[in-house]
């Protein structure tokens, strides 16, 4: 209920270090200097006096930590009060959906199943893919929501939730619209000579890893590193440098730019359900219903 930005700057001020407050908010450290400095831009107010040993809050700083710690509490009261009149109101589960995640998956398996589940029903809770903040959406099953659906070998994202695979994607080369190669149907680890491919920094993903064994195989294809986890900006700067993008059959329609074409390859991801370390007695009966419709 409350933006990134006060979220980054009550840490470091509860911290007294960027590097510290990053690690316990799942980001970078640049990524939360950006935000407090958008933050201090926004108010016209310096917030921190930095130093090599740290910061420090300036006057004008205690005084919007005092007030932010303020909204914090009534904000938690705010959704304590909601989820006694939600529970009050019927049960429901949330299922989160974005751009690169959508919860359209989800809600054709919520329709073969739903009628085990009288007087359930789904709220849908929308949130960004940006890459900087994704663990933190991740980090928030159980709380934000109970469930999302995306495609997923992340060892960081599985070290924050649990998986039910249900599915897989395949592995695909997104090409701009007006590249010579968006013409094939279909592409061959050839076709991608002389080109660049973008692809997910290593180490992270195994089917990416295996993918990038690959291509590394081939001298003639250079590769360029992503940011860890995709968003728009990924997508765009395909589009703008005229590079090749790994990307999954799934993200098809994500950007309306680019062509997604299959390859001879045998690259897939599995995908399907995440839901939280500690999941209730009802996500965990969702999950064994949907396990059994799966083997039918």
């Known amino acids: 209920m409350f933006n990134a930005q006060l979220t980054s700057f009550v840490c470091t001020a509860d911290t007294g270090s960027f590097n510290q407050a990053a690690e316990k908010l799942f980001l970078s450290s640049t990524a939360v200097i950006k935000q407090i400095n958008a933050l201090e831009k926004h108010l016209d107010l310096q917030l921190f006096v930095r130093t090599h040993h740290g910061v420090q809050l300036t006057a004008a700083g205690k005084v919007i930590y005092r007030h932010a710690k303020e909204m914090f509490r009534c904000s938690e009261e705010a959704i304590a009060e ?18 690169l995640n959508p919860c359209k998956p989800f809600m054709d398996l919520w ?32 709380e934000k929501f109970d469930f ?40 061959s680890i050839r076709d991608l000579y002389g080109e660049t491919v973008i692809l997910g920094k290593q180490g992270d993903s195994a089917t990416v890893d295996r993918v990038r064994e690959e291509l590394e195989a081939h001298p003639q294809i250079q590769l360029e590193n992503a940011q860890q986890f995709y968003d728009m900006q990924v997508f765009n ?21 680019l062509i997604t074409l299959p390859v001879d390859w045998p690259y897939a991801i599995p995908y399907g359900i995440l839901y939280p370390l500690h999941p209730s007695r009802a996500i965990q009966q969702f999950l064994r219903v949907v396990q059994k419709e799966l083997r039918r």
């Open 111 to 142: 329709n073969r199943v739903s009628h085990q589940f009288p007087g359930y029903r789904l709220h849908i809770v929308p949130f960004d893919d940006n890459h900087t903040d994704i663990l933190t959406e991740i980090s928030s099953l159980g």
């Open 237 to 257: 700067h395909c589009v703008e440098t005229q590079h090749l993008l790994l990307t999954l059959e799934c993200w098809t329609d994500v950007h309306p730019s």
């Open 82 to 99: 909601a989820r006694k009149a939600m529970a009050a109101d019927g049960m429901m589960f949330r299922v989160g959906t974005s751009i």
């Open 148 to 187: 999302l659906i995306a495609a997923c070998d992340s060892k960081q994202w599985l070290n924050r939730c649990h998986f039910l695979p249900i599915g897989m994607y395949r592995h695909s080369i997104a090409v701009p619209a007006d590249h010579p190669l968006a013409a094939k149907p279909r592409l």
